[in-house]
């Protein structure tokens, strides 16, 4: 048997006046989904429990078939096991976003948490400042350090000693991206350890604004990257091995940290594809080609596209409904064609959460899947989208078990 498991993010939303009221995925022309629900189970399901962040690290981890419940304790360590770094038990991870900052009418509005899709050779030279600067306004700060990720994604990590932390399970701080266009007033951190992160945050500002890259950038008609942004604190967390759990392995394909971080932790292969760039320009083509040949050597492939997220952040509904038409005729048509020379398989499309379009948010909440394959029955649906999903009456909650019912363990 062979698994394919498809995860457009962020895809789910609901009806846009722009779309004639109709919701992205009914907007968009899908004839492989639409394939896919006419001879397989649709339904709805819910990978973000109330307590949690309604974020891809809370919903990403359900899809994989892991109660967040019992294993999520932050953002920033999963993106640590992405980069193959290794927390202690007194350790801890920080996400950090290089972000633009503007002034508008007396207030700190949130211009954009990516700093203009700041490149990873740009990041990786602000860090460096962001260091400098560290080490000369918080001279007690002698464990803590800046990682560069990949471009606007970075980390801060601080390693521990036992019986000193710095933080406890009552800081809540506010991802960027959930800020976009808003002003920042009132979501800095809270909680222990809260002003540390803020006085680090407001610091940055002075370390980054004359730094070589951002005079560059500005030059160039592009936004420069005025803050850090602090957020998705926590400790590694105990993943229990996939193939313990499910009985076997699986490979991840994916342009994005937080999910190359999640298959570290479940021991999956991890498989980084040219062109895939987890944003709008990315390549579905390659991804699906990847996930085909994958598959003759890998039993259960996943592919993760970020792109109908990003259009959402960016409140952009026809770059939403061309990310989801990209991923219909270049991932899922071509991998439905050869699983069907492959005798029994099965494949999953669930998107993680909603982001909703009107609010450039993440959000918790229903989200439609479909199942099809072997030993799946059709649960009589011709449309795969949001209202075909709630129609077909099939619900599985919590979104962590929907893992089992596929593999049909």
């Not at 602000?126 to 606007?152: C, H, N």
């Not at 992160?197 to 420069?224: C, E, F, Y």
């Amino acid at each position: 048997m062979k698994y394919l498991i498809v995860i457009p993010d962020g895809a789910a939303d609901v009806a846009q006046a722009s779309l004639g009221g109709k919701t992205p995925f009914q907007a968009a022309r899908t004839p492989a989904l639409d394939a896919l629900a006419a001879r397989g189970r649709v339904g709805l399901t819910n990978h973000v429990p109330a307590s949690l962040p309604p974020g891809s690290e809370v919903a990403c981890m359900s899809l994989m078939g892991y109660d967040p419940l019992a294993y999520f304790t932050g953002r920033a360590p999963l993106e640590a096991a992405a980069q193959g770094i290794t927390l202690g038990p007194d350790d801890w991870a920080v996400r950090c976003n290089l972000v633009t900052i503007a002034e508008a009418n007396g207030e700190s509005i949130m211009e954009d948490f990516t700093a203009g899709h700041v490149t990873t050779a740009e990041a990786t030279e602000l860090l460096a400042a962001a260091q400098r600067g560290l080490a000369t306004d918080f001279p007690e700060l002698a464990g803590w350090e800046f990682k560069p990720g990949v471009s606007y994604r970075n980390l801060l990590l601080h390693r521990g000693r036992p019986g000193s932390a710095p933080f406890d399970g009552s800081l809540r701080a506010t991802p960027p991206h959930d800020l976009m266009d808003k002003s920042v007033a009132d979501s800095f951190p809270r909680g222990t350890g809260s002003r540390l992160l803020t006085d680090i945050m407001a610091r940055s500002a002075g370390w980054l604004a004359s730094h070589p890259v951002n005079k560059a950038r500005i030059a160039a008609g592009q936004r420069p990257a005025t803050h850090v942004w602090l957020w998705g604190v926590g400790r590694a967390p105990a993943m229990e091995p996939f193939t313990k759990k499910y009985g076997m392995s699986g490979t991840m394909i994916t342009a994005v940290d937080l999910l190359r971080g999640l298959a570290a932790l479940a021991g999956w292969k991890r498989l980084e594809v040219p062109g895939a760039t987890g944003y709008l320009d990315t390549d579905y083509a390659a991804k699906g080609r990847a996930a085909i040949e994958e598959l003759a050597t890998n039993d259960l492939v996943c592919v993760h596209i970020e792109a109908p997220d990003e259009a959402s952040h960016q409140g952009d509904a026809a770059e939403k409904v061309k990310a989801i038409e990209e991923i219909d005729a270049k991932i899922v048509a071509p991998l439905l064609k050869h699983l069907a020379g492959l005798g029994d398989h099965r494949i999953l499309v669930c998107p993680d959460h909603p982001t909703f379009i009107s609010t450039k948010t993440h959000s918790r909440g229903p989200v439609p899947f479909v199942m099809a394959g072997s030993g799946i029955a059709p649960s009589g649906q011709r449309t795969y989208d949001e209202l075909a999903a709630a129609a077909g009456q099939v619900t599985i909650e919590p979104g962590w078990k929907l893992m089992g019912e596929f593999l049909g363990s």
